[in-house]
């Protein structure tokens, strides 16, 4: 599946390097204003995003299992982005991360990410190359705004569940996986919560579990 982008670069630097066998490290320290992106299917896209780059990718491994070792940390200065089932305004968001890639995945080792009204959360996963589909993913906070976990994080997946209008407040812990593109677990540590399943069948508050 391929994902169109449009918009221009502010500032930017980008460091190239290589062998006779090809490019071999590439170094970004980038701003890009206005950015947009797309793609056929209408499952991904994103209008006036600004985000501040620096980044890295090395290549690495022989002929037969060679991929790109890469970090990059980033700073969400506006705008919007669908990323099916995920919809997030930009602004007052920060993403680093380390990981690989290969003709196949793209593979998050380690991520921390700081989300603006819910705190910040550890990540890890991989993205199928060809269809761009999310196969796996691990999720971890502590102290998070349970208001905002639910309503930008877990809501978007719960659409065709008995909970999707769960409304929730006070603070929690969490723990989600995901694996081969289903859900597989997701524990919550609960503090002064409250939930409300939006339909009249059950309300909880003050909850510490």
Known sequence: QQVNFDGFAKIGKVKLSGTADGMAKITANVVVNELALSDASGLHAGENIGVEVNANAMQVGGRKDRRWEWQADANWLGGEVFWQPLYVVGEGYRFSAEGDLDDNLIRVNKGKRSLKDIGEMDFGGAIDRPTTALRDFDLS????????????????????????ELAAEGRAGIQWRFR?????????????????????????????A
């Not at 906070?141 to 999707?164: I, M």
């Not at 081969?180 to 909880?204: P, V």
């Open 141 to 164: 906070g502590d102290n998070l705004e349970l208001a905002g976990v639910f309503s930008q994080v877990l809501k978007p997946f719960l659409v065709d569940t008995p909970f999707a």
């Open 180 to 208: 081969n593109g289903a859900h597989q677990s997701i524990n919550l540590h609960l503090h002064e919560a409250a939930l409300d399943d939006g339909r009249g069948s059950f309300a909880f508050r003050g909850i510490n």
